[in-house]
């Protein structure tokens, strides 16, 4: 009985260190820049759905998030024997891609370009689904940044690490417990740019180059200490740590942001110009 409580409370609290893992990774500069993108192109179109934008994109992604740690269950053994070359390649191309995200924001601000929060892989996407103004196309954006090499080998080393043996179906609880930390912060970030985006167009303007400074300030932050590390310093602090401290800082922008913007009600005439003028 006693181990049997011991091994639910383990449980437990790997889910929630999970949980707070998928927070984090929704967090990404590039799901952010995605999810911004595809919710201004829709706004118009489907105005009520526009907002879920994020959940889309979540749900697509996780389509992938779970299938790579039931894999990673089921292969077990065979991946360990390379699980920290793929983690060392994962990290690299994670802090390329966070340095380019970081380069591609300054010069638009630099620029006075305040719109969309630009984004690598964003970038990479075939120009239809860069387009796309209906929500719906969120579920195979996300699906194919699953595809993305820096993603599929984090969920590989979290199911490796966290699961031990437990098998496919510990490996998908694992991935689904990553996935819902992922839709929470997703979906917050669709909400953030709706309600950016029916604002005045002044309000819109301000709190959006506010926006893309603060995502620019995450991709320095987190590149920075991946780089860091991958350089061999040892933080003093647990990676778990770190993740809850750049999410709490995400959700005070994003309540910072909800707040100021809410101070100047919506119009019809006004959502429609804080649209084009945030393009």
């Known amino acids: 009985m006693i181990e049997h409580t011991g091994a639910s409370a383990a449980f437990w609290v790997v889910a929630f260190s999970v949980f707070v893992l998928g927070l984090r990774h929704g967090a990404d500069p590039d799901h952010l820049a995605a999810i911004d993108n595809l919710t201004r192109n829709s706004l118009n179109i489907r105005d009520r ?33 390379h699980g920290a070359l793929l983690e060392t390649i994962g990290t690299w191309v994670s802090i390329l891609t966070l340095f380019v995200i970081a380069a591609l924001n300054v010069r638009q601000l630099v620029l006075n370009r305040v719109g969309a929060v630009a984004g690598f892989k964003t970038a990479m996407l075939p120009r239809a689904l860069r387009a796309a103004t209906s929500p719906l196309a969120a579920i195979p954006i996300g699906i194919l940044f699953g595809l993305g090499f820096d993603t599929s080998s984090q969920v590989s080393a979290y199911a490796l690490a966290l699961t031990s043996g437990g098998g496919v179906v510990m490996g998908l609880l694992i991935g689904l417990a990553f996935s819902l930390g992922m839709a929470v912060t997703d979906t917050l970030d669709s909400a953030l740019v709706y309600k950016l985006c029916t604002r005045h167009p002044l309000e819109l303007v301000r709190a959006t180059r506010v926006w893309i400074i603060a995502v620019t300030t995450l991709a320095l932050a987190v590149g920075s200490y991946e780089l860091a590390q991958a350089l061999g310093w040892h933080s003093p602090v647990p990676d778990l740590t770190v993740s809850a401290v750049l999410v709490g800082a995400l959700l005070l922008v994003f309540a910072w942001t909800f707040t100021w913007s809410a101070r100047t009600p919506r119009t019809a005439d006004s959502g429609r110009s804080s649209l084009e003028a945030s393009r």
Do not use: C, K, N
């Not at 749900?59 to 024997?81: D, K, P, T």
């Open 49 to 81: 759905l526009s907002r879920f934008v994020g959940a889309l994109f979540a749900g697509g992604h996780s389509v992938m998030v779970l299938s790579i740690a039931a894999l990673a269950s089921l292969l077990g053994s065979r991946i360990a024997l």
